[in-house]
């Protein structure tokens, strides 16, 4: 059982580069779900997508783009990388947005940009 | 001021110890409460839902304050495999459901 698959797992990205996070699920789920956690903070919603064909700003958008490529597929992208945007992100799906905390988990892409 | 406080820890227990964690919420308009459990650099996994009423699962208890916004997590008899950070979760109702994600109670269980 894949679940929620995310890719790659660690990168190392030069300030300004650019790079694309890919999230896939194989759960049929409506909902998809990008967070960061950063140490001392608490996980942060970037963007979601409540269902496919929409997308959403979360709690902390800038720097960053979504695409819901089809109901399995949710990208993010980071167009120019700033030390800032060093973090764990995790992907998350949940079969509707009001199933959020409901929601499974991918393992994880930790970012460091330097 | 923090809308979800958590007392980061590392809270050191012994096996078969009973250990609680409390969890403080400031946004009244908060109406969902969750635990999640989440080991070593992996993801965060739910543990269990908060009822009003307080609700137990196996070693777990949960219980919820409304009137001094907090959420509580008790567990009993300790193992090893209960390692791991606590995160406490505080959503509100409304059109929007703001999720907020406290920073997590890290717990060492001793042998």
């Known amino acids: 059982n894949a679940g929620v698959t995310q890719t790659p797992k660690f990168q190392v990205l030069k300030t300004g580069q650019s790079m694309t996070l890919q999230c896939a699920q194989d759960m049929n789920h409506n909902s998809m779900y990008w967070y960061r956690q950063d140490p001392g903070m608490g996980l942060r919603l970037i963007y979601y997508?409540?269902?496919?064909?929409?997308?959403d700003k979360g709690e902390v958008p800038n720097g960053y783009n979504v695409s819901r490529l089809n109901k399995r597929e949710f990208s993010l992208r980071l167009e120019s990388a700033a030390p800032s945007q060093t973090s764990v992100y995790f992907c998350?799906?949940?079969?509707?947005?009001?199933?959020?905390?409901?929601?499974?988990f991918g393992q994880g892409t930790r970012l460091t940009v330097v | 001021r923090k809308e979800v406080e958590q007392d980061p820890g590392p809270f050191n227990v012994p096996e078969g110890a009973t250990v609680a964690f409390n969890c403080t919420y400031s946004n009244s308009a908060s109406q969902s409460f969750f635990w999640y459990r989440q080991d070593c650099r992996k993801e965060p996994k739910l543990l269990m839902s908060?009822?009003?009423s307080g609700n137990e699962d196996g070693r777990f208890t949960a219980q919820l304050n409304r009137a001094s916004q907090y959420i509580s997590l008790l567990i009993r008899d300790s193992k090893l495999s209960d390692s791991a950070t606590y995160l406490c979760v505080c959503r509100t109702s409304g059109g929007y459901q703001k999720v907020t994600f406290g920073i997590g109670t890290k717990l060492q269980v001793i042998p």
């Open positions: 997508s409540a269902s496919e064909g929409t997308t």
């Open positions: 908060v009822y009003s």
């Open positions: 998350a799906s949940s079969e509707s947005w009001t199933a959020q905390l409901e929601a499974f």
